[in-house]
Protein backbone atom coordinates (compact mmCIF):
# COMPACT_ATOMS: atom_id res chain seq x y z
CA UNK A 1 0.00 0.00 0.00
CA UNK A 2 0.78 3.70 -0.19
CA UNK A 3 3.66 4.66 2.63
CA UNK A 4 5.33 7.62 3.71
CA UNK A 5 8.98 7.08 5.06
CA UNK A 6 10.54 10.01 7.32
CA UNK A 7 14.21 10.26 8.51
CA UNK A 8 15.51 10.86 10.84
CA UNK A 9 13.18 10.05 14.07
CA UNK A 10 15.05 12.35 16.02
CA UNK A 11 17.17 15.49 15.33
CA UNK A 12 19.28 17.72 17.54
CA UNK A 13 20.91 20.77 16.20
CA UNK A 14 22.38 23.98 17.77
CA UNK A 15 20.58 26.82 17.93
CA UNK A 16 21.39 28.89 14.93
CA UNK A 17 21.95 25.92 12.51
CA UNK A 18 20.13 24.62 10.05
CA UNK A 19 17.86 21.18 10.31
CA UNK A 20 16.84 19.35 7.23
CA UNK A 21 14.03 16.63 7.36
CA UNK A 22 13.79 14.26 4.55
CA UNK A 23 10.64 12.18 2.94
CA UNK A 24 9.92 9.91 0.55
CA UNK A 25 6.77 8.50 -0.98
CA UNK A 26 5.70 5.47 -2.92
CA UNK A 27 2.41 6.58 -4.66
CA UNK A 28 2.58 8.36 -7.87
CA UNK A 29 -0.43 10.09 -7.63
CA UNK A 30 0.00 11.51 -4.93
CA UNK A 31 -0.16 16.06 -6.39
CA UNK A 32 -0.20 17.82 -2.55
CA UNK A 33 3.02 17.76 0.20
CA UNK A 34 2.02 19.75 3.64
CA UNK A 35 4.11 19.57 6.45
CA UNK A 36 2.91 20.08 9.93
CA UNK A 37 4.41 21.10 13.18
CA UNK A 38 2.87 19.34 16.39
CA UNK A 39 3.93 21.19 19.76
CA UNK A 40 3.45 19.92 23.08
CA UNK A 41 0.03 19.55 24.42
CA UNK A 42 -1.81 20.05 20.61
CA UNK A 43 -2.82 19.20 17.60
CA UNK A 44 -0.38 19.20 14.50
CA UNK A 45 -0.26 22.68 12.31
CA UNK A 46 -0.01 23.12 8.78
CA UNK A 47 3.38 25.46 8.70
CA UNK A 48 3.91 25.04 4.55
CA UNK A 49 2.99 22.66 1.84
CA UNK A 50 3.73 22.18 -1.84
CA UNK A 51 2.26 21.08 -5.13
CA UNK A 52 3.76 18.57 -7.20
CA UNK A 53 3.99 21.20 -10.45
CA UNK A 54 6.49 23.29 -8.10
CA UNK A 55 9.89 22.34 -6.60
CA UNK A 56 10.74 24.25 -3.91
CA UNK A 57 8.31 26.89 -1.88
CA UNK A 58 9.98 29.23 0.51
CA UNK A 59 8.29 30.69 3.65
CA UNK A 60 10.48 33.06 5.63
CA UNK A 61 13.20 30.20 7.93
CA UNK A 62 11.08 27.22 6.30
CA UNK A 63 11.67 25.80 3.09
CA UNK A 64 10.61 22.72 1.19
CA UNK A 65 11.91 20.98 -1.70
CA UNK A 66 10.02 18.20 -4.12
CA UNK A 67 11.78 15.58 -6.73
CA UNK A 68 9.05 14.14 -8.13
CA UNK A 69 11.07 11.96 -9.78
CA UNK A 70 12.49 10.26 -7.07
CA UNK A 71 9.55 10.94 -5.18
CA UNK A 72 11.11 12.86 -2.05
CA UNK A 73 10.72 16.10 -0.28
CA UNK A 74 12.79 18.08 2.35
CA UNK A 75 11.70 20.84 4.99
CA UNK A 76 14.42 23.27 5.49
CA UNK A 77 14.32 24.94 8.53
CA UNK A 78 17.48 27.82 8.74
CA UNK A 79 18.51 29.63 11.69
CA UNK A 80 16.79 27.63 13.70
CA UNK A 81 15.16 29.19 17.35
CA UNK A 82 14.27 27.27 20.58
CA UNK A 83 10.65 27.64 19.21
CA UNK A 84 11.68 25.44 16.28
CA UNK A 85 11.71 22.53 19.01
CA UNK A 86 8.76 20.56 18.12
CA UNK A 87 7.19 17.09 16.22
CA UNK A 88 7.21 17.61 12.45
CA UNK A 89 5.11 15.60 10.09
CA UNK A 90 5.46 15.23 6.35
CA UNK A 91 2.05 14.09 4.73
CA UNK A 92 1.58 12.86 1.10
CA UNK A 93 -1.75 13.49 -0.86
CA UNK A 94 -3.10 11.60 -3.54
CA UNK A 95 -6.76 11.23 -5.02
CA UNK A 96 -8.50 10.19 -2.19
CA UNK A 97 -5.93 10.41 1.36
CA UNK A 98 -3.33 11.61 2.97
CA UNK A 99 -0.47 8.97 4.21
CA UNK A 100 1.61 10.81 7.05
CA UNK A 101 4.80 10.11 7.82
CA UNK A 102 5.35 9.16 11.25
CA UNK A 103 7.46 12.09 12.38
CA UNK A 104 10.32 13.76 13.29
CA UNK A 105 11.50 14.90 17.22
CA UNK A 106 13.46 18.06 16.38
CA UNK A 107 15.39 19.80 19.61
CA UNK A 108 17.09 22.66 19.31
CA UNK A 109 20.06 23.36 21.16
CA UNK A 110 20.81 26.04 23.54
CA UNK B 1 -12.71 32.69 13.56
CA UNK B 2 -12.82 29.56 15.48
CA UNK B 3 -11.06 26.66 15.56
CA UNK B 4 -11.64 22.89 15.15
CA UNK B 5 -13.13 22.00 18.76
CA UNK B 6 -12.73 18.69 20.41
CA UNK B 7 -14.30 17.39 22.90
CA UNK B 8 -13.52 16.28 25.66
CA UNK B 9 -9.84 17.30 26.19
CA UNK B 10 -9.40 14.28 28.54
CA UNK B 11 -11.31 11.08 29.00
CA UNK B 12 -10.56 7.72 31.43
CA UNK B 13 -12.32 5.12 30.71
CA UNK B 14 -12.25 1.04 31.92
CA UNK B 15 -11.50 -1.63 29.56
CA UNK B 16 -15.13 -2.88 27.99
CA UNK B 17 -16.18 0.73 28.60
CA UNK B 18 -17.55 2.55 25.13
CA UNK B 19 -16.57 6.33 24.52
CA UNK B 20 -17.63 8.82 22.19
CA UNK B 21 -15.96 11.89 20.81
CA UNK B 22 -17.10 15.08 19.46
CA UNK B 23 -15.54 17.33 17.11
CA UNK B 24 -16.60 20.92 15.64
CA UNK B 25 -15.25 21.85 12.53
CA UNK B 26 -14.30 25.36 11.42
CA UNK B 27 -17.38 26.37 10.21
CA UNK B 28 -17.63 26.33 6.62
CA UNK B 29 -15.57 22.86 6.49
CA UNK B 30 -17.93 20.38 5.65
CA UNK B 31 -15.29 17.70 5.70
CA UNK B 32 -13.97 15.77 8.81
CA UNK B 33 -11.13 13.31 9.31
CA UNK B 34 -10.32 11.22 12.35
CA UNK B 35 -7.06 10.14 13.13
CA UNK B 36 -5.59 8.44 16.01
CA UNK B 37 -1.90 9.13 17.07
CA UNK B 38 0.25 7.11 19.33
CA UNK B 39 4.06 7.06 20.37
CA UNK B 40 4.81 4.09 17.81
CA UNK B 41 2.33 4.67 15.26
CA UNK B 42 2.29 7.69 14.38
CA UNK B 43 -0.58 9.55 12.81
CA UNK B 44 -3.20 6.49 11.63
CA UNK B 45 -5.97 7.31 9.65
CA UNK B 46 -9.49 6.48 11.02
CA UNK B 47 -12.15 7.83 8.61
CA UNK B 48 -13.37 10.83 6.74
CA UNK B 49 -16.71 12.09 6.56
CA UNK B 50 -18.13 14.81 3.90
CA UNK B 51 -21.90 16.02 3.99
CA UNK B 52 -22.75 13.25 6.22
CA UNK B 53 -21.17 10.64 4.43
CA UNK B 54 -18.08 8.33 5.30
CA UNK B 55 -16.02 8.72 2.04
CA UNK B 56 -13.04 7.10 3.52
CA UNK B 57 -12.02 4.39 5.52
CA UNK B 58 -8.68 3.56 7.77
CA UNK B 59 -7.80 -0.22 8.60
CA UNK B 60 -9.01 0.04 12.23
CA UNK B 61 -11.20 -2.56 13.43
CA UNK B 62 -15.38 -2.50 13.02
CA UNK B 63 -15.15 -1.19 16.85
CA UNK B 64 -14.44 2.33 15.63
CA UNK B 65 -17.35 4.09 14.28
CA UNK B 66 -17.90 7.74 13.52
CA UNK B 67 -20.35 9.61 12.10
CA UNK B 68 -21.00 13.69 10.64
CA UNK B 69 -24.18 15.15 11.32
CA UNK B 70 -26.23 17.80 9.07
CA UNK B 71 -23.95 20.61 10.52
CA UNK B 72 -20.76 19.36 9.70
CA UNK B 73 -20.34 18.22 13.28
CA UNK B 74 -18.83 14.59 13.80
CA UNK B 75 -18.83 12.34 16.53
CA UNK B 76 -16.89 8.89 16.47
CA UNK B 77 -17.56 5.76 18.94
CA UNK B 78 -15.27 3.39 20.48
CA UNK B 79 -16.85 0.53 21.51
CA UNK B 80 -15.32 -2.22 24.10
CA UNK B 81 -12.48 -0.44 24.89
CA UNK B 82 -9.10 -1.98 25.39
CA UNK B 83 -5.92 -0.89 26.27
CA UNK B 84 -4.46 -0.72 23.43
CA UNK B 85 -7.11 1.95 22.34
CA UNK B 86 -5.05 4.63 24.91
CA UNK B 87 -4.31 7.15 22.56
CA UNK B 88 -4.57 10.89 21.37
CA UNK B 89 -7.34 10.94 18.64
CA UNK B 90 -7.12 14.31 16.91
CA UNK B 91 -9.98 15.87 14.51
CA UNK B 92 -9.07 17.34 11.30
CA UNK B 93 -11.32 19.69 9.06
CA UNK B 94 -10.92 21.19 5.26
CA UNK B 95 -12.97 23.09 3.19
CA UNK B 96 -13.95 19.84 0.53
CA UNK B 97 -11.92 16.37 0.69
CA UNK B 98 -10.13 14.92 -2.77
CA UNK B 99 -8.45 16.44 -4.93
CA UNK B 100 -7.93 20.42 -4.75
CA UNK B 101 -7.87 19.98 -0.95
CA UNK B 102 -5.39 22.86 1.16
CA UNK B 103 -4.28 21.03 4.17
CA UNK B 104 -6.35 20.10 7.28
CA UNK B 105 -6.83 22.00 10.14
CA UNK B 106 -6.39 19.95 13.09
CA UNK B 107 -7.99 20.00 16.80
CA UNK B 108 -5.97 20.02 19.87
CA UNK B 109 -7.52 16.22 20.10
CA UNK B 110 -9.09 13.74 23.17
CA UNK B 111 -6.21 12.11 24.87
CA UNK B 112 -7.99 8.94 25.93
CA UNK B 113 -6.56 6.37 28.71
CA UNK B 114 -7.79 3.01 29.48
CA UNK B 115 -7.44 1.16 32.28
Known amino acids: GENVEQHPSTLSVQEGDSAVIKCTYS??????FPWYKQELGKGPQLIID?????GEKKDQRIAVTLNKTAKHFSLHITETQPEDSAVYFC?????????FGKGTRLHILP | KAGVTQTPRYLIKTRGQQVTLSCSPI?????VSWYQQTPGQGLQFLFE???????NKGNFPGRFSGRQFSNSRSEMNVSTLELGDSALYLC??????????????FGSGTRLTVV
Open chain 1, 91 to 99: AARGDDKII
Open chain 1, 27 to 32: DSASNY
Open chain 2, 49 to 55: YFSETQR
Open chain 2, 27 to 31: SGHRS
Open chain 1, 50 to 54: IRSNV
Open chain 2, 92 to 105: ASSTVPGQGHYGYT
